[in-house]
């Protein structure tokens, strides 16, 4: 099998792209696979550290600020379109593919699209509990729309060849008990809090946790796991003026976090955005979390998110126009008291989980080339 993999912009586009090829790379050792994403994009780092051949466009996101800059980006994005149509019709003259695979995201678009001009099947996953603009545009040609739950499905015609698969997951995220993650990272027993704020970072989230690290090392309360992201370099000095050891015992205070496995078995409470892969190893491994879903995404998608978790009383949530450190602090210890809320919500995050998603992706795989 010939397949391409399409999707970017952020790691929640891409790595279910790679999740998925990671299995069709385990059943097809054969198989020839190609990702293609944009060029410099995140994707490209990520494709070319799991093994795959990359391809990169050039494309790029429309801006939606009423401004000058603004509309100086859209025009550069549609001349991006149309030279990203052009390398997508060359990358497909070569490749040859059987068939292609969209996960969202902008660089996804064009391959797609060119795809679906010349009769080559194509099948699309929407991560989110509200579709993009992307999903609903491709849906109309895609073989497959594959959906991570229920509440994604009424935003497609009932006719549409619509299927729930969940979202498929990098690693086996169940490989480590609470007390294995905590022995590995050195924590005591003491109980563990893991934020984080997207690769990028989250100004707002920082400066809130800054102040919840301030206040639970003072008083002695718990180990705390966070990452700061690209832009949030500034973290760590913040902690120093706060007279706090970035590096004391019980802290891990980092950019990024690359072995989200371990982290997320030692946490015993999440403080994070409403990305749908986080929440989707959010209820692989049943945490009680504290949601901020980000309010610069498309469509507000990451609110839809957090409420389809809160509506079961699964998470708890906070907007980020409300979030204050002292709030986030309230919360977090209101949490960790109440060991019955933390049972509950871990019980109704395992009856959302979907542990097979990657397999049933692969078979719809199979069942579209046949």
């Not at 895609?142 to 509440?151: D, E, R």
């Not at 610069?296 to 998110?305: D, G, L, R, W």
Request: charged content about 25%; proline content about 4%; overall charge positive.
């Amino acid at each position: 099998m010939r397949i391409i993999f399409t999707g970017g912009g952020t790691a929640g586009h891409i790595n279910p792209a790679l999740a998925v090829a990671e299995i069709v790379r385990k059943n097809q050792p054969d198989s020839k696979i190609l990702y293609v994403g944009a060029k410099g994009g995140m994707e490209e780092g990520l494709a070319a550290e799991a093994g795959f051949d990359f391809r990169g466009i050039t494309i790029s996101g429309f801006s939606r600020k009423f401004s000058f800059s603004g509309l100086k980006k859209n025009i550069i994005t549609l001349k991006n379109i149309f030279l990203a149509g052009r390398e997508c019709k060359k990358i497909l003259d070569e490749f040859k593919p059987d068939i292609c695979m969209g996960t969202g995201g902008y660089a996804s678009g064009p391959l797609l699209k060119e795809a679906g001009k010349r009769g080559i099947p194509y099948i699309i996953h929407e991560q989110n509990a509200f579709p993009g603009i992307t999903t609903k545009i491709l849906s109309k040609k895609a073989k497959k729309v594959m959906l991570a739950s229920n509440t994604a499905s009424k935003y497609f015609d009932k006719c549409r060849n619509v299927v729930v698969t969940g979202n498929p997951l990098r690693g086996k995220m169940k490989d480590f008990t609470q007390h294995e993650a905590k022995k590995i990272l050195g924590l005591d027993s003491r109980p563990t809090v893991l934020s984080f704020g997207g690769s990028l970072g989250a100004r707002k989230i920082n400066e809130s946790v800054a102040e919840l690290i301030e206040w639970s090392v003072k008083n002695g309360k718990y180990n705390h796991l966070h990452a700061y992201g690209k832009y949030g370099t500034w973290f760590k000095d913040l902690l120093l003026k706060k007279g706090i050891n970035p590096n004391g015992h019980g802290l891990y205070i980092q950019e990024y976090i690359n072995d989200m496995p371990v982290r997320m078995a030692a946490a015993d409470v999440v403080v994070c955005r409403a990305g749908a892969i986080t929440l989707s190893e959010i209820e692989a491994l049943g945490k009680p979390s504290i949601l901020i879903p980000s309010p610069n995404v498309a469509e507000n998608h990451q609110y839809h998110n957090a409420m389809e978790l809160v509506n079961l009383n699964a998470a708890d949530i906070i907007e980020e126009k409300d979030l204050t450190g002292g709030l986030l602090i309230n919360k977090v210890e209101m949490l960790m008291e109440d060991e019955n809320l933390r049972k509950e919500y871990t019980k109704n995050l395992k009856k959302l989980s979907v542990t097979d998603a990657g397999e049933k992706i692969y078979k719809v795989i199979c069942d579209s080339v046949k």
